[in-house]
Antibody, heavy 120, light 111 residues
Framework: QLLLQESGPRLVKPSETLSLTCTVS??????????WAWIRQPPGKGLEWIGS???????SYNPSLESRVTISVDTSKNQFSLKLTSVTAADTAVYHC????????????WGQGTLVTVSS | QSVLTQPPSVSAAPGQRVTISCSGS????????VSWYQQLPGTAPKLLIY???KRPSGIPDRFSGSKSDTSATLAITGLQTGDEADYYC????????????FGTGTKVSVL
């Protein structure tokens, strides 16, 4: 059974950098069949794709966040990470990591999500 | 603001059928596969439908998906109280550097 688990600080100050890591267990992040993604959900609102990464390190980002986002992968640890710079209160959200299958063309496994609050 | 539009809410009595629409354009739904996700309160989204109309193993056949032109539809038959949740459609948009996009979300209520 594939499991994805987000970890990182739950409280970030305005203007600082939000950093999260997703640890994948029960499967290899180095599979050519999948992309790995970050998706967020502000309280009471809908889903927003932040960006995705392939095991090779190739990335794609939401154009609305691209100037502030970096997603990286560490295949030796079976992890991928998110950095979002210059955060504001609008970045307060539940952040999910997820797997995107190239065969099913959908997000088929999700982490439970972690609420990150931006506040001084 | 999402490029995929869904009704904010739909409701029906137990045992009835509901449909949820997802309206897009030729740059997203019109030329790409659509998937559907169910988000029960306080939980992560769960894949219900992929490639427009396929169900992952373990998803009951009460859930079905379809696509026509630039719109997609999720149907739930034999509605159960456990189906009360938020539902999202998803695809990708070639006008947004092939970025993934989600619908605005629909709350299903069982009366």
């Amino acid at each position: 059974q594939l499991l994805l688990q987000e970890s990182g600080p739950r409280l970030v100050k305005p203007s600082e950098t939000l950093s999260l890591t997703c640890t994948v267990s029960g499967g290899s992040i180095s599979s050519s069949r999948y992309y790995w993604a970050w998706i967020r959900q502000p309280p009471g609102k809908g889903l927003e794709w932040i960006g995705s990464i392939y095991y090779s390190g190739s990335t794609s980002y939401n154009p609305s966040l691209e100037s502030r986002v970096t997603i990286s992968v560490d295949t030796s640890k079976n992890q991928f990470s998110l950095k979002l710079t210059s955060v504001t209160a609008a970045d307060t959200a539940v952040y999910h990591c997820a797997r995107f299958g190239r065969g099913r063309w959908s997000f088929d496994y999700w982490g439970q999500g972690t609420l990150v609050t931006v506040s001084s | 603001q999402s490029v995929l539009t869904q009704p904010p809410s739909v409701s029906a009595a137990p045992g009835q059928r509901v449909t949820i629409s997802c309206s897009g354009s030729s740059s997203n739904i019109g030329n790409n596969y659509v998937s559907w996700y169910q988000q029960l309160p306080g939980t992560a989204p769960k894949l219900l439908i992929y490639e427009n109309d396929k169900r992952p193993s373990g998803i009951p056949d009460r859930f079905s998906g379809s696509k026509s032109d630039t719109s997609a539809t999720l149907a739930i038959t034999g509605l159960q109280t456990g189906d009360e949740a938020d539902y999202y459609c998803g695809t990708w948009d070639i006008s947004l550097s092939a970025g993934r996009v989600f619908g605005t979300g629909t709350k299903v209520s069982v009366l």
